[in-house]
């Protein structure tokens, strides 16, 4: 009896392989018969979907015989399930990436770069996009994407506030130390000393432009080697950390994720706000009164961008079909559309300089000369990140754990960036070794 | 066993039932369990193909100190299980007693069991927050000058989401417990009424004894669910600050999914096996064993 037992359940497991199976169907076709591009992006919101969408269709009207077959992937979990498609050969044939995941997929060979698809397209001139842009998509000489929308950091500030304490608003032609200032005059606190109002808050953890822009760096040139402890690093870091630990202008990096900082800036709880331009979408619904201006100097004025990548996975079946999408989604007819939902910069420069300057009846208050000034020091995201490294793991030392001991004043910055330093170059010599 | 065709027929039938379960069983279990095992041995980011390291995952996890750090924050996070267990048996006791609404009270304390622990957790960061929380107003109002910043505090931290742990999952164990004191008999308590028992003398040597089976149970899930303790340095901490609320779960969770290697996490996830199996092995020897009332 137990024999047939295990027969039925054979049976049944054998019938659902079978099941599964089923589904998986791949026929060849060629060239002029349809085919259909399975696209996937991950983590946008409901809104973002829906553009995305209308951009499918109408590149469905222009290439007959190209069908896309849309799936977003929301919430958090993109990465992992990017990761298991490709595990069980079904990847998407083009897919969203954001920039800091590039090198990831590059060193596993899971996307192709564009270059040969370039050389053959005569109708194309990669030089129109901004070069920042090229840099941050380009791996070892090869290009492995373009973009429809990005975004350079810029400072907002709320008008109704500096209006309030009768102060003039910045022109952006300031120092982090003049920034400060302003900051300090901004922050209030109740009697009990606790703060109010912040004189600023910033988007990001990210440290590393502080780092940046008093003149240290990550890594050396050719990112052979970490170079963090320096005392230009630790000059930059020590001024973010007297803002948060000595002066309270901003609130602690990490205090704030219950309440994100765009939150406290959009509640009227901070002056200031170190952003890109998505989060006006969210300033306007929130009717606040804001200005822009151009990032403080530090030892040199420089503006990280932030992006995201759109590519061809190495398990497509139609690369050439692909490219085509890809080109047209970073066309300017596209970035044309994006830029009018007035949440991002263009990425191409001409459209950048004439149109993006114009204003916009939809959104009559808002200069946008600052974000196109800022252009010309910006930086792509690419020079935090390590070929060898994935992002997360760099992250987790720079960020995640070992700033926690500086920001609870366990240690000081020396022994902070001295305790990076060693862990990355142990971690880039590790990889080494595996290779 | 002679076998008709009636009789294979009823087997038949009883196996297609059990099949969808069996099949559930042995794609969303064994299969991953043996899967897992096989990567401990082996390095793997999901991409490329996985390449045999032999024992190098484990060699490198009893190197990691701040592996072992996350061990001693897991085994801390069991220290509370006694805490919550008391807690909860004094909760029963209490709905235990025949007053007027007392279903209210019941669904109070059982209702944070029912709800979203995601949810729950950003209130609770909210009540933790060091500036503008609830608790640390409440407890300046009380006089504590100069409350721990909860979450953001290495010695605190830690306490603070098993203050949150027995809030959200207390209700559940004082269900338990007030199922096993509704069954104990009354006579047993008349007679010791008779004899002139002391409350006390009637919880210590009545109660206590008859609610071991309850305890039992509650304490080998308590553990296990302890020891793969996630959602709450997930939605609470990020596993900060400097890593105090890192859990051995939470630290899998990053190694796999965080930076895809998933032969460490593998490794990680058997060690964490055994430490529950073992721990589990002993309870049952030691309580499991025993003679009880029912």
Redo the contacts between chains.
Sequence with gaps: ?FK??II??LS??VA?VLFVSCGNKNALKTENEVVTLRFVIGGADLNYNKLVEEVCRNFESKNPNIKIRFEPVSGQAY??KL??M??SNTAPDVFSLEAQNLP??IK???IVPLDSFIEKDKSLDVNMYYPAILEEFTWGGKIYSFTDSMSPSVVYYNKDLFDKAKIKYPSGNWTWNEFLEVAKKMTIKDERG??KQFGAALYDNDVLYFVKAWGGSLWNKDKSKCVYDTPESRAGLQFLIDMILKYHVIP?L??S??QGSYEIFEGGRAGMFVGGRWYTVSFRKAKVNFGVCELPKGKIRISPISTHAWVISSQCKFPQQSYEFIKYFCSEEVVKYMMAQGDCVPPIKKLAEMEFLKKDPNFPNEDNTAYIKTMAYAYPFKEYLHPDI?W??VD?IVW??NI??V??K?YDIATYTKMVQDQLNKLIGEKKTQK | MKINKKVLNKIFIGYSFLGPPILGFFVFTLFPVVASFVLAFMEWDIITPAKFVGFDNFIKMINDQDFWYYVYNTFYFVLAIPIDLAAALFLAILVNQKIKAVGIFRTIYFFPVISSGVACALIWKWIYNGDYGILNAFLKYIGVHTPPNWLRDTTWAKPALIIFGLWKGVGYQMLIYLAALQGIPEELYESANIDGASPWQKFWHITLPMLSFANFYLIITGVMGTFQVFSEPYVMTGGGPMGSTTTVVYSIYLNAFQQFKMGYASAISWFLFFIVFTVTMIQWKYAGGKNYYY
Excluded: H, P, Y
């Design positions: 009896m047939r037992a039925v359940i049944v497991l659902g990465g992992q990761l298991t490709f595990a990831s997929f596993r060979n899971a606790i703060v602690d990490k205090d994720s219950d994935s997360s793991e987790q995640a754990k926690d001991g920001l609870l366990k």
